[in-house]
């Protein structure tokens, strides 16, 4: 009876071993560390600090020149200060220009009605197929006269410069 027992004992000492250990309870908490770090706002204190044309509203400017600056051989301060100063304000120009065309496109709706696509189909049958062309060097219309640019009568030489199989004889 002790033998069954110290039998009985060790066995289930040794099954107990295989026994997965009880896992911590997972949080399903609403506010968890992922939803509170997606949530923040990260251009709170500038709220448009995203949008086209916000540059403007911040202070950036090319840093004054001292004595210790570096000035390109051949000029003086002033010079450098001026080249530096027409730089600035080609950028500001450039960027003023394309503040201006921000938001500004083509509706699709429109094109597509422009081009005839919702009546017969007869865009299909048009050399560009309804689409809008880019300007070339020529008006390959046809419609200037001699703004297309012609045959001007000049051949292709063979490779060795003869004039091909039917000059030779």
């Not at 938001?103 to 597509?112: A, K, N, Q, R, S």
């Not at 009605?113 to 062309?133: F, I, Q, T, V």
């Not at 001007?152 to 199989?165: D, L």
């Amino acid at each position: 009876m002790k033998t069954s027992a110290v039998i009985i004992a060790a066995s289930v000492a040794s099954a107990s071993a295989f026994v997965p250990a009880a896992k911590a309870p997972v949080s399903t908490e609403l506010n968890g560390l992922f939803k509170t770090i997606s949530d923040m706002d990260l251009w709170a204190p500038v709220a448009d600090s995203n949008d086209y044309g916000a540059r403007g509203k911040k202070v950036l400017k090319t840093g004054a020149l001292t004595d210790k600056s570096y000035i390109p051989s051949g000029l003086t301060k002033e010079q450098y200060a001026k080249i530096r100063g027409e730089a600035d304000a080609k950028k500001e120009a450039n960027y003023q220009k394309n503040v201006k065309k921000a938001g500004v496109f083509l509706d699709y709706t429109e094109f597509y009605l422009a081009r005839g696509s919702d009546e017969n189909g007869s865009w299909m049958k048009l050399p560009n197929l309804g689409h809008r062309m880019a300007k070339t060097k020529y008006d390959w219309s046809g419609e200037t006269e001699g703004e297309t640019p012609t045959y001007t009568g000049v051949s292709a030489q063979s490779f060795f410069g003869g004039k091909g199989k039917k000059g030779k004889k």
